[in-house]
């Protein structure tokens, strides 16, 4: 894969998850205002690394090279978020409310859930 190829990927991959997280806002909200930022980068393997921030609180999430291109497929599609990545996002989308949260409350983060 050039690196023009991975740089279009990793954006039409960040879509795909921005979509999934639009479906949890849907259903769930969010306990913040706003919307996450979301970071993509891939490595020479095609792992995708997905990072979800708000302020200056963070959380990752990993896709394969495979779960990656069926999220874009569905993506480029128009029909909605990709059921297989939803999980991920949702969790990373719970654990990042979670930090949120807890920083708001001045409760300091536990390192298992950096």
């Keep these: 894969m050039t690196r023009s190829s991975r740089s279009s990927l990793r954006l039409y991959v960040a879509g795909a998850v921005a979509e999934a997280a639009v479906e949890d806002l849907r259903v769930n909200l969010f306990n913040y205002s706003g ?3 979301i970071h993509v ?5 095609g792992v995708f690394d997905v990072t979800l921030s708000w302020e200056t609180h963070q959380t990752q999430f990993q896709l394969t090279d495979t779960e990656a291109k069926v999220a874009v497929k569905t ?3 128009g029909t909605g978020y990709e059921r297989a990545i939803f999980d991920k996002v949702q969790k990373a989308l719970a654990a990042l409310e979670a930090k949120v949260s807890a920083g708001r409350r001045g409760v300091p983060i536990p390192v298992s859930a950096l």
Aim: charged residues 25%.
């Design 35 to 37: 919307f996450p930022q």
């Design 75 to 77: 993506f480029k599609s």
């Design 41 to 45: 980068s891939c490595d020479l393997d």
